[in-house]
């Protein structure tokens, strides 16, 4: 591909930052949402608060170590402030906007399309996508990163290796070496990266060989470059994601999220799935969009009947595409994209059903061909008609603005999220749960057991409401009920550590000594990795041998819960208290003083009652 062409202006560019700036900027308090929490607020191995080699190789040893560097870095310089962590994913999505456009740019040099127009629909279809409100879920629900992190390792390589068959000798080597290091970028942050590949390969095919099949260097290097990055790609993703080759169908069948639901039976659900996405992309109200939504699953080819129907137009789609590839290029590959780069998250791997996120990528190119067929219309216009078609396509980017930002809103509070899912999935669990949580975290019990109840109706066997309507009474005082639900959650999870922890407190408070000595020892027995409530369940031993006046394990418990969190004020203040009910003032104020040095926000422990002790022994 010698053909020489134009630079894209940069005034586009400043277009797509001010439009995503606008619909975007009122996001930066929006709080952490579900899998923000485990997935890194909560995870240790990401707080950084020094920069060194051990952590960061320990986490680029572990999965998808892209996007958890960039979380580390994250807390490194802004800590648990969320405008930081939304700052970095608005930022990707401007990057990823400037380089979709780009990639219109040179894909419509490379069909011939005129070059009057050329700017202004490479633009519209940048924006058309890059503001479209089935986008808020990848870019304003934060651990989606990873989503928009890959996106933007996949473009870049995929520019890079355009920019390489454009280019001749030493340049051309050069954008070579950039796309496969961006692809091996994007290997190490979402496993769908494995479709770049093929993704390039047919781009080759489709806009720079166009179906011709002639022998040079070049072509068989572009060839063997891909095959290489294929193969690495699925080599590495292979080593990370599942260790080895006997793995693989393990991996492949274990459950990520998506409940029971035979293999078979869940693709064809995603055969619906995909026409449901196709929907939201031509239909996309802030009504029909939701973190959680309720999808009935296909338990047949004919049940419900839009599952053959949605069979018959993806294989209509797909045939399309293939049978108008050298006449409609265009059309071709971007329907093609869109079906390639939805098979890992739309198949049979048992993930959940339905996310607005996994359109973030696939749902690229269909704007290309729609900006192309609208911009195309307009000479065919007489000279009046035609200045409209501009603003016609101006006002539909202004209305799909303003619908992105009415749907940011839901994205700002815990509260706002989660009464927006269960207003749109009355009969699922999950909303219920959250926004049981929300309230029980802010102190509203009352609602709290309301919400939780409300799950118990939908499932009954739901573990987790069952120990959070336990938190919950508990919370109220009513320790029985408590007992009651931490009793039924160990029922159907007899392995569930934190509700054998709770259960013991439960009984601990209720003066029921013996059994809360044995939940604590079984909560210990399972609880191997958390050294922190493995201590706190050594000094609720410790005090419970102490009430008894069994003193030598009481002094066992209590030393062994320093020992496995020195850095914790509640194990320090609790042995304080019991040395110094033992006499020995020096140790006890040694172990004040360590406690007093460890007091964080929201611990049980505070400086006041610290400071009265050691006023006592003084």
Known sequence: MNRQQKTPPILPLLFLLGAIVAIYGHTLGAFFHLDDFPTFVLKDSLHWTELNGEKVFAVLRG????????????????????????????????????????????????VQSPEKTRTRT??????????????????????????????????????FYILAREKNGKASRFYFFFSILSAFLAFGTKENSLMLSPVIMMYEVFFISRFRFEFTLKRLFAILFLLFSFLSGLLYIGHIYIGSISNLFPALSRNYGGGNLDPVLRMM????????????????????????????????????????FSLLLIVSMAGYALWNAKKKPLVSFSILWFLINLVIESSFVRLDLVFEHRLYLPSVMLFLPVSVIIFSQEWNFPWRQRKGIPVLAGLLIILLMFLTYERNKVWETEPSLWNDVVSKSPRKAKGFLF????????????????????????????????????????????????????????????DFPDAHFNLGNAYLSSNQNDLAVREYRTFIQLNYSDNLYNSQAHIKLGVIFLKKGDILNAQKEFEEGV?????????????????????????????????????????SIRSDMIEERLKGLK
């Open 435 to 494: 926004l049981g949580a929300y309230y029980l975290e802010s102190g509203n019990v009352e609602m709290a057991i309301k919400q939780f109840k409300t799950v118990l109706e939908l499932d009954q066997e739901n573990v987790k409401a069952h120990y959070d309507l336990g938190i919950a009474f508990q919370a109220h005082g009513n320790n029985q009920r408590a007992i009651e639900e931490y009793s039924a959650a160990i029922r159907l999870l007899p």
């Open 269 to 308: 659900t995603e055969w619906r799935v995909l026409v449901f996405y196709l929907t939201l992309l031509l239909f996309p109200l802030p009504g029909r969009m939701n973190l959680d939504h309720d999808f009935i699953s296909s338990v047949s080819l004919f049940n419900p009947y839009t599952t053959l």
């Open 563 to 603: 020992r496995l969190s020195p850095h914790y004020s509640f194990s320090q203040y609790n042995y304080a208290v019991f040395l110094e009910i033992q006499g020995k003032k020096e140790e006890a104020v040694k172990h004040y003083e360590e406690a007093r040095k460890w007091i964080i926000p929201r611990d």
């Open 63 to 110: 999965n998808r170590p892209i996007p958890g560097l960039s979380f580390g870095l994250n807390y490194y310089f802004g800590g648990l402030n969320v405008s930081g962590y939304h700052l970095v994913n608005i930022s990707i999505h401007v990057l990823n906007a400037f380089l979709v456009y780009l990639i219109f740019y040179k894909t419509l040099f490379l």
């Open 122 to 159: 490479a633009l519209f279809a940048a924006l058309l996508w890059a503001v479209h409100p089935v986008q808020t879920q990848a870019v304003t629900y934060i651990v989606q990163r990873m989503t928009t992190l890959v996106a933007f390792f996949f473009f870049l390589s995929l520019y």
